[in-house]
DNA sequence: TGTGATGTCGCTCATATGAGCGCACGATTG
DNA sequence: CAATCGTGCGCTCATATGAGCGACATCACA
């Protein structure tokens, strides 16, 4: 049973009218709005009316084909369903979330991407999942949003930035999620990048730390950002100095994730960093059924498309300016 | 098969978000533009998303009842379909046309319902039909746009009003129609309203006018228009002085239809007047089987209300304005 | 007037669809 | 722990629906 076949693959230039007079465009509109609004079946509308069924399914395709009916489909909010669909497609990915977003702001597209991923945890969270959470800006002012969540285990996936955050908002927001999923929390409180791989090695043996880590092989469904190799787009880029983040760039490097670093076909590139960081290897990230990346705006979607080749992620949420430069890069090739 | 049952009937306050999150939206909104605008069918969508089609028709309802899929009907150009049904319905005519018109303009709103009758006309005339065609000022502009037309008998009803309008357009207009249509013109070369009865029927005897006059017994569709009894609302009324018109008013006249006249009942004022006029009987009208009345403007509302109740007109072809009068009216009743 | 092209209508029949139902599972309460 | 309720899912079965078809009217053109 398919219906129109190619009248609507096919839109119409215009509204094409062709509809013969007033009296059969008011059948049409009338038919119509039993039809469509009021839920009424064709042979009913064909009784009132005193026609035959299949003239009613003739009157109806006409009024859907002259655009007397019209039937658009938009998602309430900021969500570009076409856009999700697209890129969901292009990247082989389980899912993508595009927000449409009308400001260019750099924190207003983070919150609305923060926003966005907290409502998706809110809906695909069951009970007994483990949910690590490594966020970092972009995550961390959405993600406050968090007001439902069923009960979870939380594992913070990486240590704190703190040198641009305060630790307080991290902390809380971690706490957070844990008291209104109701399930337990383990946090990290410690630093990210640590001055040398002793020093890493030492914080994780230390309890609260390594309980984390003991976690990560458990996780079910994770939530990390992604940045570009440049200024001001990756938390681990603005907080190495000049001459390691030249040497990287050196070596190919082009996009990080959860302080992994990737160059332009996805590949990881190994550096001494991964021994000084305390974060969740990519190997368990790999085992983790859910992956989910945000990232957001359109300087980020080399970084995003390089990423995403890894395989790593199962999600991704972006905004539209990323996802349209990510999309028009995968034509390309 | 009666689908959403209520929730369609009870229109939403605005769009009620019943979505959960992100996800479901995305996967309705897909499936929704699957279903809806490419036009396959339920189990297809199942099969393409892994779910049952019980799922998929779930969440279609779902995406109805949010308010990701909107169905709005609407006529292109000008004709109201609400408006339109309502009166048809309140007032029990075979058809009813409103027209939505921006504009207030008096002669607007002619030039809009007479191009309106011209392409109900050019629908529903067929082969051999024998039209009536009595227009005054409301369809002369108008039935200018009648450009194709079956072969038919055109008959001109009644006698030529010259004093406002230049006699040249309505025989043009008139040998016009019998030209697109390809049949025979009966025009009517005389005044509308005579001085006495005499007059009156010396000229129906004239061979060209009786020849008119023999077939308006054999009219199938006639369009005629509805004047209110008032200054420049109907073109008897104009035509006649200051006490005659007076007189009928004090007699009950309210509405006037090709120089018959009615009370505020429906009911025919027999007076003088019928006897010095060149016209359709209200007996021949009667056996039309489908009278099309046009008349504009709030003002004739009243006027409108009256001659439907006589039962002459089947299909009633007015603007907006009128339109709500003429319901508000009725429902009071 | 014939004749093929074109369009319209309503039929048959296979398929799509929804209402109603029961089942399984989780939450809530005694 | 057991009973109860609510909810989400998918099944059955009667109904709604469209594709395809032939009958028939209409039309353009010879």
Redesign the pocket.
């Known amino acids: ?3 129109h ?1 190619g009248t609507h693959s096919t839109p119409p230039a215009a509204d094409e009218q062709q509809v013969k007079g007033p009296a059969e465009m008011l059948l049409a509109a009338s038919a119509a709005r039993r039809f469509y609004l009021e839920g009424r ?3 009913e509308i064909a009784e009132e009316f005193g ?5 009613v ?2 009157i109806l395709d006409l009024a859907r084909d002259s655009g007397i009916v019209r039937i658009d489909i938009r998602l309430p909010g900021r969500i570009d369903a076409e856009l999700s669909g697209a890129v969901q497609e292009a990247c082989g990915l389980r899912r993508a979330i595009v927000v449409g977003t009308p400001s260019d702001d750099q924190n207003d597209v983070r919150r609305q991407l923060g926003s966005v991923a907290a409502d998706l945890l809110t809906e695909i969270a069951k ?1 007994d999942d483990v949910l690590g959470l490594a966020w970092g800006r972009t995550l961390h002012t959405g993600l406050a949003e968090l007001t439902r969540l069923p009960q979870c285990t939380i594992v913070q996936i990486n240590g704190v930035y703190s040198q641009r955050i305060a630790n307080r908002g991290v902390v809380e927001t971690v706490q957070r999620a844990a008291d209104v999923s109701g399930g337990r929390a383990y946090p990290i409180y410690a630093p990210l990048i640590l001055p040398d791989p002793d020093t890493a090695r030492v914080l994780r043996s230390d309890p609260g730390i390594s309980a984390a880590f003991a976690w990560f092989g458990r996780i079910t469904k994770a939530v990390v950002s992604i940045g570009a190799w440049q200024e001001g787009s990756s938390t681990v880029y603005d907080a190495l100095d000049p001459a390691t983040r030249a040497d990287y760039r050196k070596r190919g490097v082009r996009a990080e994730m959860s302080t992994h670093l990737f160059d332009a076909d996805g590949a990881e590139v190994r550096t001494g960093l991964a021994d000084r960081v305390l974060t969740i290897s990519t190997e368990e990230l790999r085992r983790i059924p859910e992956v989910i990346a945000l990232a957001g705006g359109a300087e980020k979607a080399e970084a995003i498309d390089t990423v995403l080749r890894s395989g790593l992620v199962s999600t991704l949420i972006t905004d539209a300016g990323a996802a349209r430069r990510l999309l028009s890069a995968r034509e390309r090739v």
């Open positions: 049973m398919r219906k076949n079946s064709k042979v026609l035959s069924r299949f003239k399914a003739r009970d």
